[in-house]
């Protein structure tokens, strides 16, 4: 996975969607960009985001709502 910071010179135009939040308004997002790859992020830092392939996010998020996340709540 890839942490960008901020956007790569060459701009990213990333079509996010509608921001999930949960208590505390603690708010992230979901993109994608014309070349197919997945982007999340949070709406605090709208330059920062991890991005990598649809497969490999989706593996992600998969693996968050099995548990393997939860030593860290």
Same mark, same amino acid.
């Given at each position: 996975? @890839?942490?960008?910071?901020? =956007?790569? =010179?060459? $701009?990213?135009?990333?079509?996010?969607?509608?921001?999930?939040?949960?208590?505390?308004? @603690?708010?992230? $997002?979901?993109?994608? #960009?014309?070349a197919g790859r997945a982007y999340i992020g949070s709406t605090l830092s709208p330059g920062e985001y991890v991005s990598d392939s649809?497969?490999?996010? $989706?593996? &992600?998020?998969?693996?968050?709502?099995?548990?393997?996340? #939860?030593?860290? &709540?």
């Amino acid at each position: 996975m @890839n942490v960008t910071a901020s =956007p790569s =010179p060459a $701009r990213v135009d990333i079509a996010w969607g509608d921001a999930f939040c949960s208590e505390g308004a @603690n708010c992230f $997002r979901f993109g994608l #960009d014309d070349a197919g790859r997945a982007y999340i992020g949070s709406t605090l830092s709208p330059g920062e985001y991890v991005s990598d392939s649809v497969e490999a996010l $989706r593996a &992600l998020i998969s693996a968050v709502k099995s548990g393997a996340a #939860d030593h860290l &709540l």
